[in-house]
């Protein structure tokens, strides 16, 4: 039984939390909006939440604060001079009678908009907010990074975050330079694109599923991360990257389908325009296989990229690598993500992980394009060669080599099936695929960049488990 937390202080990220503070002073949730928009706008720079607030604010022109029903107005027109005073009173001081207008004059009722207070950069941002910003109420982030392990080539990033409850869970940042390397599928060998980041995160901490090729396994579960807690690590990840974040992916610690609800949310902040903004497109969610919420997934994230760890072939040899098979058998797993196929329209990821003596045969390869094909799967399989690096936490699997890697791809592209050979990325601080490791407990965790996938074969690839 996972247990409820909540975040306390309050994270400026956790959506329900602002929303509910604000309720609680009488603020407007559209103030809440225009400080994620400034947030999120500033993603590549320690912004902080004295900026949005204003510090030492002096203006004493509208001493009840609040902007009220006004308050959209004044974020779009922050500057406008006060209103005309009434009517009646420069008629009593003798003035300049009134000119006719063709629009009807300003309500004298109504209360002016107020001018931006100083030191703050959400023009309109009402007084009560300010003061809730300024206060340990709400924080701008209640995890900390611990370390940041900077890989030699400077493509990876390791980041090694403690939450509010002194769990740690690892984030990875993956650059992309298209000055880089050649890309032997383009004319002249150039590579495509402009400089990018992907981001893998964790949803959990630790993991049920027991994936014997897995340190994180090993662990048990022992808490969903809250929405707030994954948007942080998205947050420390866009401050590391030193590129523009592109890419999302779950495949972090813990399997993102368990926990459901915390992903979803996080996954909606993302992809909001006025907070992360990202594309749902570029955000891909991986799973163990979960079945009972792949068809949902299709319906509350529709446009939303699904990867399926597979790594078998046949129901006997999966449940010996993946405990929880026993419970989803293969032709209920491949029917949810059919379904999910037919509700999005989109390819489904295969992630599979060789295992030398196990699962990496060219046999296994005939048995995997055999069984895509009986389940009319569009899919693109992602070949993962194991990691050794894992020996040291006890798992032990074997390598299967360049030459068993490049035969069992052969295989399936020889059988019309897309596929990718997973590039390492990031050995050398222990980030690449199955390599992340929480604490001395295992927390083993794959690394990604997925966003080649369904590119030509040898593109980079995602990781393995879910
Ligand atoms: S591979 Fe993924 S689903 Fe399996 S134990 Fe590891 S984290 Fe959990």
Redesign the pocket.
């Known amino acids: 039984m996972v247990r409820r937390r909540r975040l306390d202080p309050c994270s400026v990220w956790d959506r329900e939390g602002v929303l509910r503070k604000f309720q609680e002073h009488d603020i407007l949730p559209c103030h809440a909006d225009a400080v994620w928009a400034y947030l999120g706008k500033h993603r590549d720079r320690d912004v902080p939440l004295s900026e949005v607030s204003g510090r030492g604010v002096t203006s004493t022109r509208r001493p009840q604060g609040g902007l009220g029903k006004r308050g959209a107005a004044a974020r779009i027109r922050p500057s406008l001079p006060p209103a005309p005073p009434p009517r009646a009173s420069r008629g009593l001081s003798g003035g300049v009678p009134p000119l006719r207008r063709s629009r009807a004059p300003p309500d004298p009722r109504a209360t002016p908009p107020a001018p931006p207070s100083p030191g703050t950069q959400v023009p309109g941002l009402p007084k009560a907010a300010q003061r809730l910003f300024r206060s340990a109420a709400i924080v701008k982030f209640t995890s900390r990074v611990l370390d940041a392990k900077v890989s030699a080539g400077g493509e990876v990033v390791k980041l090694l975050v403690q939450l509010q409850t002194g769990e740690q869970v690892e984030c990875v940042v993956m650059r992309y330079d298209p000055t880089l390397g050649v890309d032997p599928s383009q004319p002249g060998g150039r590579r495509r694109g402009r400089p990018r980041a992907t981001v893998c995160v964790s949803s959990?901490v630790?993991?049920?599923?027991?994936?014997t090729?897995?340190?994180?396994?090993?662990m048990g579960l022992k808490a969903n991360l809250l929405p707030a807690e994954i948007l942080e690590q998205v947050a420390h990840a866009c401050l590391h990257a030193r590129t523009p974040v592109r890419n999302l992916v779950f495949?972090?610690?813990?399997?993102p389908l368990?926990a459901y609800d915390e992903v979803v949310e996080a996954v909606r902040c993302l992809t909001h325009p006025r907070i992360f903004g990202l594309s749902a497109r570029h955000l891909t969610v991986?799973?163990?296989g979960v079945v009972p919420r792949i068809r949902p997934l299709a319906r509350d994230l529709p446009t939303v990229r699904l990867a399926l760890?597979l790594h078998a072939p046949s129901q006997a040899l999966r449940e010996t690598i993946?405990p929880?098979a026993r419970g989803w058998p293969l032709p209920d797993l491949l029917g949810a993500c059919a379904d999910w196929q037919r509700q999005t329209g989109q390819p489904l990821f295969v992630e599979y992980v060789l295992l030398a003596g196990v699962n990496a045969a060219p046999e296994h390869a005939r048995q995997l394009a055999a069984l895509l094909a009986d389940h009319r799967l569009d899919a693109v399989v992602n070949v993962i060669p194991w990691n050794p690096v894992l020996a040291d936490d006890g798992i032990e699997f074997e390598a299967p080599g360049e030459a068993g890697t490049a035969a069992f791809r052969d295989v399936l592209v020889a059988a019309g099936v897309r596929c990718t050979v997973r590039r390492e990325k990031g050995q050398d601080l222990a980030a690449a695929c199955g390599q992340l490791v929480v604490g001395g407990a295992g927390g083993?965790?794959?690394l990604a960049d997925i966003e080649d996938l369904g590119g030509a074969p040898g593109g980079r690839a995602a990781c393995?488990?879910?």
């Open positions: 959990q630790g993991c049920q599923m027991g994936c090729f897995c340190a994180t396994g090993t495949m972090g610690m813990g399997e368990d991986s799973t163990v760890s993946v929880t083993k965790r794959q393995a488990g879910g």
